[in-house]
């Protein structure tokens, strides 16, 4: 027999804007849960420990993948297996299919969502495991240090936290320049991808500008990138249920055998999603061959700070961006 | 001989019972450790002891009904209560395992309106309108056993077995929803029923088998 997790009060609105009073009126107290993939585990760990957990997971208006007049509307309680499978997504939008498929296990993506998805936070083992660190609000780093084991921890963008972005599908929805629609006590606001995820330089607590009480109701792709040429690779210890070392999603428009656009992001050697601007700016209007793939991927690694243990990302992440270029 | 053996044990009443099997006694073992432990394991979940209040108004009602392998059961589910801990420890459904608890192993699967889920990450209230089938449900009425189960048999898939009923549960889903899946559908199918003895390619071999039958 196992241990139970600590009790708490379900509820399970049918509606955003019941989730969003409940939440209100529980304050710090009140968690919003997804699929529960994540919550859970922070529930019998007794490191997250609310009073209220709000159950989105009945209202039915946040499932589903909707076409609008620009682009596509994902439901944030989209399973991932259904953001895999769609026909829409997988024709046009090919990179967030292939970044979903490769999301932890079967069993998880047929639970976890698109949005719980995005928007988890650090795994940072030292933070999961509930020690007093800068990001769970107290004043040291444990990996950043020289004992410290940071080999899956970050090389860009360190801000007394080293933790990095663990998510493959907000690689995808950053390279789609996606918007992020939140609904919160003060109504609704939409945000761009490239702002939805912050760093610790920021709020060093979390991950993405999801405040308590907000709700991130839907991911909005716009049509820009549609049916574009992409590209999507994870790499990880495991093949299976495992977090990327670095991950790498690209959209790319080729015209006259030149590039005409592109958009790439890397995963996991930031806090956040990195949008490689740099190397966009030097490969548009270069055939997408070795020379240029090489001269790109030179430019990707600049500025990066490795820690004692995660040297390994810099060619590594040098590495996906050629594969990405020259395909 | 039989009566040799009988008369080797200690039976001062002369009232040997031979029908005590081994699971009977162990899942006797268990119901009176859920009664012995609830006071210190399962301290947490009376209403507001540990979490600090009474009831918030909406909290869900504990008495409900679920269906499970095609049977209403009417049960007391805490709020903070998984599907796993309903199915082994209120339901008697001991063929779902828990390895990890933590949604990491597989060994909890369980099919929730034919879709694997990992058991242990599920709250039992969020399957209240849901059908859920666990390892014994796969097989049919009167306990044949379902061709995947035949199958693992046949191809000796299991070592230990301690995540047999994951792989089945897994397997079966596999098969409802692509009746002839290649190895390599297969091996994506299984990818999250980890086996701690590494019989990956048995259970493989055995789903493989028992497509062309399903």
């Known amino acids: 027999m196992k241990d139970m997790m600590p009790s708490f009060n379900l509820v399970q609105p049918t509606d955003v804007e019941s989730a969003i009073n409940i939440l209100a009126e529980a304050g710090e107290n009140g968690w919003a849960m997804a699929g529960g993939q994540d919550s859970l585990d922070w529930f019998k760990d007794r490191i997250k420990r609310p009073h209220t957990v709000v159950d989105l997971s009945g209202i039915e208006a946040l499932k589903g993948i909707r076409e609008t007049a620009d682009g596509v509307e994902i439901g944030a309680l989209t399973t991932l297996t259904t953001v895999e499978n769609n026909p829409i997504i997988k024709e046009k939008y090919g990179?967030?299919?292939?970044?979903?498929?490769?999301?932890?296990?079967?069993?998880?993506?047929?639970?976890?969502?698109?949005?719980?998805?995005?928007?988890?936070?650090?795994?940072?083992?030292?933070?999961?495991?509930?020690?007093?660190?800068?990001?769970?609000?107290?004043?040291?780093?444990?990996?950043?240090?020289?004992?410290?084991?940071?080999?899956?921890?970050?090389?860009?963008?360190?801000?007394?936290?080293?933790?990095?972005?663990?998510?493959?599908?907000?690689?995808?929805?950053?390279?789609?320049?996606?918007?992020?629609?939140?609904?919160?006590?003060?109504?609704?606001?939409?945000?761009?991808?490239?702002?939805?995820?912050?760093?610790?330089?920021?709020?060093?607590?979390?991950?993405?500008?999801?405040?308590?009480?907000?709700?991130?109701?839907?991911?909005?792709?716009?049509?820009?990138?549609?049916?574009?040429?992409?590209?999507?690779?994870?790499?990880?210890?495991?093949?299976?249920?495992?977090?990327?070392?670095?991950?790498?999603?690209?959209?790319?428009?080729?015209?006259?055998?030149?590039?005409?656009?592109?958009?790439?992001?890397?995963?996991?050697?930031?806090?956040?999603?990195?949008?490689?601007?740099?190397?966009?700016?030097?490969?548009?209007?270069?055939?997408?061959?070795?020379?240029?793939?090489?001269?790109?991927?030179?430019?990707?690694?600049?500025?990066?700070?490795?820690?004692?243990y995660n040297h390994f990302k810099i060619p590594l992440m040098e590495n996906l961006v050629k594969k990405a270029i020259r395909g | 001989m039989q009566k040799k053996f009988s008369s080797d044990r200690y039976d001062p009443l002369g009232t040997e019972r031979d029908d005590v099997s081994r699971r009977h006694f162990i899942k006797g073992v268990i119901a009176c450790g859920t009664v012995a432990g609830a006071a210190g394991l399962m301290s947490g979940c009376s209403d507001g002891s540990d979490g600090g209040g009474s009831p918030a108004a909406g909290s869900v009602e504990r008495m409900i009904s679920i269906n499970v392998n095609g049977m209403s059961r009417n049960v007391d589910v805490m709020p903070n209560e998984t599907l796993a801990h309903t199915l082994r420890n209120k339901l008697g459904l001991t063929g779902t395992k828990l390895g990890c608890d933590r949604g990491s192993c597989g060994a909890c699967t369980v099919m929730i309106d034919g879709v694997t889920h990992n058991s242990c990450s599920v709250l039992t209230h969020s399957v209240r309108t849901a059908s859920v089938v666990t390892v014994e449900g796969v097989g049919g009425a009167n306990g044949e056993l379902h061709p995947v189960q035949q199958a693992m048999i046949e191809e000796l898939a299991p070592q230990c077995g301690y995540c047999t009923p994951g792989q089945v549960v897994s397997g079966v889903a596999l098969l409802q929803r692509n009746p002839n899946p290649t190895r390599e559908e297969v091996r994506h199918a299984l990818a999250g029923n980890l086996c701690r003895c590494g019989a990956y390619n048995n259970y493989i071999n055995a789903i493989v088998k028992a497509a062309g039958s399903a």
Request: hydrophobic share 40%; charged share 20%.
């Open chain 1, 95 to 308: 990179v967030l299919a292939m970044a979903a498929g490769r999301v932890a296990s079967p069993q998880i993506r047929n639970k976890g969502t698109i949005g719980g998805n995005v928007s988890q936070d650090a795994r940072c083992w030292y933070y999961r495991s509930g020690l007093d660190c800068y990001r769970a609000g107290g004043n040291t780093c444990y990996a950043d240090t020289p004992e410290g084991m940071n080999r899956e921890h970050c090389l860009f963008g360190a801000s007394r936290c080293v933790a990095v972005s663990p998510s493959d599908t907000a690689v995808a929805v950053t390279t789609l320049e996606a918007s992020m629609v939140i609904v919160g006590p003060g109504g609704e606001r939409v945000v761009p991808a490239s702002e939805y995820f912050i760093g610790p330089a920021i709020d060093i607590t979390r991950m993405t500008v999801l405040e308590p009480g907000d709700v991130l109701t839907a991911i909005r792709i716009p049509s820009k990138w549609a049916g574009a040429q992409f590209f999507f690779e994870k790499v990880a210890d495991r093949n299976s249920w495992d977090f990327p070392l670095v991950n790498m999603a690209a959209a790319m428009k080729i015209s006259g055998g030149v590039i005409e656009d592109i958009s790439l992001t890397c995963g996991a050697v930031e806090c956040v999603p990195k949008r490689l601007t740099v190397v966009e700016d030097i490969v548009r209007g270069s055939e997408p061959n070795e020379e240029t793939a090489n001269l790109g991927a030179g430019a990707a690694s600049r500025g990066a700070s490795p820690l004692n």
